[in-house]
């Protein structure tokens, strides 16, 4: 079967590699050239962690991280750094504990000073060993592998040559869906320098148990940090510089939860969200057409899960 995939970002090519691996004949597509900022799959790292308050996101980070593993196997080398995770939050009911408790994840409660984290009186940090970061730069290379992406931009399905057509197309996907319930923003993370790995962090709002901020390891400078579904809803098509007003928050809670780290953004960069309103992800066919969208700003970790989950909807 020949299968085109548009979007060359970590969603389209773990697209590519699971139909590889099924035997397909794949034609991977992106309007820009390999390494660009322009989206949401760019930089050093992302949060790879099995800790969600919801049962079933535990459950398909587990499946992802048996992907990852055999992904690294081919590869030849590590593409994931597990440093730890933890999670910060006003107590445990808020927390992930209850979830990672039914998958008989390992974890522990504890007082963050325990960890070297600032945090307010009675709150407590919930540890999950098995986690840390994905190398993302090199998690792209690996899924591609040596297949080409031919730097094409898709102005229409109906122009493309191919018994399936997998869309995985991030910020851009309305211009080829147009009816998708997606809404696109332009976030902004923020670099501290650290020396050596960390645990990556997030802080959890305790009234709608999602995560606020958050860190982790970046390679290049050492500390990572952003405010997550903080951003302005944005044009792909037309780029913006880091929010400052986002930068200073990021410094500010960089400064109270970690002493040791110097608040001082050493650099800020721009990435795009592309969010449903539950940040449930849209995973369906229609017709030739496989939809992959919305990874809602927590996306990436799941990316071989989901590639296969596509895979299989484009070979159906």
Request: charged share 25%; with cysteine.
């Amino acid at each position: 079967m020949r299968v085109a995939v548009v979007g060359a970002g970590v969603m389209g090519c773990a697209t590519a590699w699971a139909l590889r691996e099924r035997g397909a004949d794949v034609t991977l597509f992106d309007q820009f050239e390999l390494g660009h900022g322009r989206g949401s799959s760019h930089g050093h790292t992302r949060i790879f962690r099995l800790a969600y308050p919801e049962r079933h996101w535990v459950e398909l980070a587990d499946e992802a991280l048996v992907g990852w593993r055999e992904l690294e196997r081919q590869a030849g080398k590590g593409l994931l750094g597990l440093y730890g995770f933890v999670e910060i939050c006003s107590s445990a009911e808020v927390s992930s504990h209850e979830a990672l408790e039914a998958r008989l994840v390992a974890h522990r409660v504890c007082d963050p000073s325990e960890l070297g984290l600032d945090a307010p009186a009675g709150w407590v940090a919930l540890v999950q060993p098995e986690a840390g970061v994905v190398f993302a730069d090199e998690a792209l290379a690996a899924f591609r592998g040596d297949l080409p992406v031919e730097r094409r931009k898709v102005d229409s399905l109906d122009d493309v040559d191919a018994d399936v057509v997998v869309v995985t197309a991030g910020s851009w996907v309305t211009e080829l869906v147009p009816e998708l319930p997606v809404t696109v923003t332009r976030e902004t993370v923020a670099y501290f320098a650290c020396e050596g790995g960390r645990p990556s962090v997030v802080e959890v709002d305790e009234v709608t148990r999602r995560h606020a901020m958050f860190s982790l390891h970046d390679p290049q400078y050492g500390l990572k940090a952003g405010a997550h579904h903080a951003g302005h809803l944005a044009d792909p098509n037309v780029d913006e510089p880091p929010d400052e007003r986002l930068v200073e928050q990021i410094a500010t809670w960089v400064r109270d939860r970690f002493p040791d780290v110097d608040p001082a953004p050493v650099a800020a960069e721009t990435c795009l969200y592309t969010t449903t309103a539950d940040e449930q992800f849209i995973l369906e066919r229609r017709g030739r057409v496989v939809i992959g969208s919305a990874c809602s700003g927590h996306g990436f970790k799941f990316a071989p899960a989901v590639g296969r989950r596509l895979a299989d909807l484009a070979l159906e």
